[in-house]
């Protein structure tokens, strides 16, 4: 799943490849806003780490979830 971050005083949006569910990012978002010096933390599909302050995230756009692949690369 493509997830965008937008963050306050910043032009660009980070955007990451997400494998965890739309549910379940949400409700990481939901708990880290509540504490002021929370951080979320996302992992991406090749497993590197995301870390962005909460107080510091705009909006958060949950895309689709990833349909399945074309092409005849393996994963």
């Not at 510091?56 to 349909?67: E, F, K, M, R, V």
């Given at each position: 799943?493509?997830?965008k971050i937008?963050?306050?005083n910043t032009a660009r949006e980070v955007s990451i490849d997400a494998q965890e569910s739309a549910q379940a990012i949400e409700q990481?978002?939901?708990d880290s806003i509540r504490?002021?010096?929370a951080?979320?933390?996302l992992t991406d599909a090749k497993g590197?780490?995301?870390l962005v302050p909460a107080r510091?995230?705009?909006?958060?756009?949950?895309?689709?979830?990833?349909?399945r692949q074309v092409g005849f690369g393996t994963l």
């Open positions: 799943m493509e997830i937008g963050i306050t990481q978002l939901r504490e002021p010096d951080v979320l933390t590197r780490k995301v510091g995230i705009a909006y958060l756009d949950l895309g689709q979830p990833n349909s």
